[in-house]
């Protein structure tokens, strides 16, 4: 059975503070200097060419996103290096992540294993150095746990860890192990690269056995920060479904508006109507629902831990069905391999098991709720 963790010991400091659905100015700035950002160096076809070459890493990519934007230290306090920003920023450069299918270690590296950096409390040490080299995008890290780990999941044991995600490019490892937790050096440990269905998020068998590392915690401090990462990171992949739910309805709209068939545009047909209206009220839910995870971890609500779940539990799936539609509507089109639909797909049908599946997460909502697990 899955452990529920005490969400006041995996989230910031509580506070009773309103949510806050809406962007702020800041946050819409943000959006557009990562929006301009992406264009510019990862758009459909440039991200399906690197595919095709079987690298998706787009080359100079992550050193302007987290060193020239600085989104990779928006989660890290100021005196760290970091921007000392919050969850919510964090959120939006994974909307818009989420929107280009961008093969970028952001969620792995500066959401989930800098979150787990984080719960260690250091101001010194190699704790705050890596915090420090996180931040400025000189280094990567992933938390050596299969992507498909849900909060709250006990660490697996020590051995090859399978289906670790953006763990072929990644500098260190955060390895949990019995005694503790564990910064590793990638290169010291065995990382076999698999074939993803994403192909945009790369993912690998990790075995650090044998590799000394250096002990960053103990073993009950260790498990704490690893629950506060994934919960962070399940949190916040909501609002790259999000993006992705978004990018794939406004594509399906611009479609469907300059295709004709009989001598109208095919988006006319009211049967097109009706099933897209229903995505765009599918998409105002999983809005809400991502922005108030965003909100809730940046706040340290009281019942983060309840409203992640719902976040996931909701946007997953309003994913999976806006990219499907996405495909399906386009037709021919949105069959074949030039066009990036396919792309969309697959990134939300496998961010729909990763940090926990949705069936995962309405256990927890009906744990939390003391209602009865749906069936």
């Known amino acids: ?18 949510l806050d659905l809406l962007y ?4 819409e700035d943000l959006r557009a200097a990562v929006r301009s950002l992406l264009a510019d160096r990862a758009d459909p076809q440039a991200l399906l060419a690197r595919i095709e070459g079987g690298d998706p890493y787009v080359p100079g990519l992550w ?10 230290g928006l989660l890290v306090p100021e005196k760290l290096g970091g921007q000392g920003a919050s969850h919510r920023e964090a959120a939006v450069v994974l909307e818009e992540l989420g929107r280009a299918v961008t093969p970028a ?23 705050a150095e890596l ?13 050596a746990v299969p992507l498909s780990a849900a909060p709250g999941d006990e660490p697996p044991a020590e051995g090859p860890v399978p289906a670790v995600a953006d763990a072929t490019t990644a500098d260190v490892l955060l390895v949990p192990r019995a005694d503790g937790l564990y910064a590793v050096p990638a290169a010291e440990a065995r990382i076999t690269p698999r074939v993803p269905l994403d192909l945009t998020r790369p993912l690998a068998v990790v075995d650090a056995t044998g590799a000394p590392g250096t002990r960053l915690a ?40 300059e295709r004709h068939q009989f001598n109208r545009p095919v988006g006319s047909f009211q049967a097109l109507k009706h099933r897209m209206a229903q995505l765009w009220l599918e998409l105002v839910g999983a809005r809400a629902a991502a922005r108030a995870a965003a909100d809730a971890l940046a706040t340290g609500a009281p019942d983060t831990e309840l409203t992640v779940a719902v976040a996931q539990a909701y946007c997953a ?36 098991t990763a940090l926990g599946s949705p069936g995962r997460h309405q256990d ?3 744990a939390l709720v003391d209602l009865p697990a749906p069936a």
Do not use: N
């Open 317 to 352: 799936r309003v994913a999976v069905h806006a990219a499907e539609e996405c495909v399906q509507l386009h037709g021919g089109i949105g069959m074949t391999w030039e066009h990036p639909a396919h792309l969309a797909l697959k990134r939300a049908k496998s961010a729909q």
């Open 105 to 127: 270690p952001y969620l792995t590296s500066a959401v989930v294993a800098t979150e787990t950096l984080l719960a260690l409390g250091a101001d010194e040490g190699p704790v």
């Open 131 to 143: 915090l420090g080299a996180l931040a400025s995008g000189e280094r990567t890290a992933v938390l």
């Open 364 to 366: 927890v909502i009906a």
């Open 63 to 72: 050193d302007a996103l987290a060193g020239g934007i600085g989104a990779a």
């Open 24 to 27: 702020s100015e800041a946050e």
């Open 1 to 18: 059975m899955t452990e529920t963790p005490d969400t006041a010991a995996v989230t910031p400091e509580a506070t009773d503070a309103p």
């Open 218 to 257: 103990g073993p009950e401090e260790g498990r704490a920060a690893v629950r506060r990462g994934l919960l962070a990171g399940a949190g916040l992949l909501a609002s790259e479904q999000l993006g992705l739910a978004s990018w794939c309805l406004e594509e399906t709209v611009r479609h469907t508006k």
